[in-house]
């Protein structure tokens, strides 16, 4: 991709850039922020001139449109996965966590500025909030070709309490995001290609196949710096990995697992298979 359409963009530090995300509301705003800074990180990279990491004070909360309607989850309409309305649905419910996922990335590379890494944790995040915001503007795609947009239905709040319950603990932000929310979208996306290619509707399982081919991608990012800091604190990987789940997600892990993408993307099944239908809801 040449240039960045964002003429400020090469006067911000990496982290800055990440708050100027995090602090747009808008989702088509939102994402072409993104993409005009990983653009500008990529270009500086290449020229062997790394835009500084520095430091931001990102929000809480990011920034989110007036629209969706933020719902607990108990209080979404569920509707008939197979009916029209249903498509739709499920479309609104994925564009909803690409926009949840475009933050958590931008999120990770500003809160954590005070732990030291190599410049390859900064490409990976970079690249995962890039192709989140493809994915965000894919769906939102999707849904104006069906007739309808993103903001129509209302959505899951709650979407970013595994960001806050990490706020200041990356290895448990690293366990829950990336290694246990992002590879359970591995387990259910090919159902969902599944379910639109026998509806029909092309451009949605053309869209889910580039969200599930990249997502691989984002688990293998989380697993292999979880990997390096366990490393670093010479701790025992599965073992961590166990304690912070239990201690950070609020759920179950719930099988069938996809044991293909997931050993791709780096995740073991004694990492996974011991906290299946174990951890506690609430
Ligand atoms: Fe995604
Ligand atoms: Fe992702």
Redesign the pocket.
Known sequence: MAGHGNTDSPMMTLSEMAVDVLTTADGRDKTAKSHAHAAAWRASRAAGTPIPLGSATPPLRPSRPDRPELLDPRNVPKRKPGSPAGRIALLHAVAH??LN?VDLHWDIIARFTDVPFPPGFYDDWVRAAD??SK??NLMCDCLEELGSHYGALPAHAGMWRAAEDTVDDLMGRLAVVPMVL?AR?LDVTPGMITLFRKAGVDSAVAALET?YA??VG?VAYGSKWFNFLCGRHELDPRDVFHDLVRNYFHGALKPPFNEEKRAEAGLPPDFYWPLAEEVGRG
């Open positions: 966590i690409e996922a192709e989140e994915h965000f992002e979208g969200i990249e997502e984002h």
